[in-house]
């Protein structure tokens, strides 16, 4: 590790190191918690030019293939998405050298990145357990300190370049699927604006240690939808059939996955299902996400009934997340939300 650039893990989460430790330890050297190898599997793969096609029955059949991969996986890849590998690169190039900087300027980022104050974030301070410790750094920004920012250093101007392509594209997918669901609105591009869209600029530092510490802890996106573009070293899995899937990179591809929000807004159709990221013993990961998200006022409406979700806002959404997180450790999520019906179609299942 880089004692340097490195966050402090060792340091800030010596209990519960030495809590797991003690526990192996009692079971005479076995870990009764380690985690369980995940089969490795590609996911859907969606060609977008097809959307450009002059025959409108391929155009259909491709928004299709884009719903039923949202219905039946709540994950797919996109290819010929408009971004290029050059982009991709100086993402790349860029992010590690921000990511290089020493650990307290980082912690300072608005002084040198021009990010707003809490961007960078480090593992999770809210852990009580080994299995709900995020071994990552991120920097969360929102798109207001990218766009429109002119290239101040080469870091933004690549950023910008990267966030105004995935942003249309982002608004495309959830027009295809609110069509999809028999709904042409115009509620993303009206509620999801760049003052509330984010992007996290991730990085997974390589994990000696060997207690099956995550990467990013299992969890659900609390977005409509999210993009990520990753490096090729993997860590990336997902629940498909109630086992964990180890998602298989695709250098050619964007990974899209439906949020909390947008199974809320769909009835339960599209899935936001829970993934989470590994830890590498020697490499390190970088990523980058793009979150669709709405304003806190936003109300968040089933488009069907009987819904089995109960209407609320992205701000009450937030609330309770983040009152979940801090005294339980970890987020519940939607099954806060469900209705009376929900609740009884979700037991019966």
Known sequence: MDSVSDPPFHEAYKILFDKTRNTIQENNGFDTDLLVAAEECELPVIDLSCLENSDETVREECKSHIARASQ????????????????FSRLRCEQEKVFR?????????????????????????????????????????????????????????????????????????????????????????????????YLRLNRYP???????????????????????????????????DRKWIAVKPNPDALIINIGDLFQAWSNGVYKSVEHRVMTNPKLERFSMAYFLCPSNDTVIESCREPSIYRKFSF??????VGDDVQKLGSKIGLPRFLTHEGSSNIGST
């Open 315 to 320: 701000r009450e959404y937030r609330k309770q």
């Open 101 to 197: 900087q020493p650990f307290e300027k980082k912690t300072k980022e608005d002084k040198f990145l021009n990010f707003s104050a809490g961007s960078y974030r480090w593992g999770a301070p809210t852990a009580t357990c080994i299995r709900q410790l995020s071994w990552s750094e991120a920097f969360h920004i929102p798109l207001t300190d990218i766009l429109g920012s002119s290239g101040s250093n080469s870091l933004s101007w690549t950023i910008e370049q990267y966030a105004t392509t995935v942003s249309r594209l982002a608004q495309t997918l959830a027009d295809i699927l609110a069509e999809k669901m028999g709904h042409r609105s115009s509620f993303f591009k009206e509620n999801c604006l760049p003052n509330t869209c």
């Open 72 to 87: 039946e996986w709540g994950f797919f890849q996109v290819v010929n998405h408009g971004i290029s590998s050059h982009i």
């Open 206 to 240: 390589p994990c000696p240690t060997a207690f099956g510490i995550h990467g990013l802890m299992p969890h659900t996106d609390s977005d409509f939808l999210t993009i990520l573009y990753q490096d090729q070293v993997g860590g990336l899995q997902l629940v498909k």
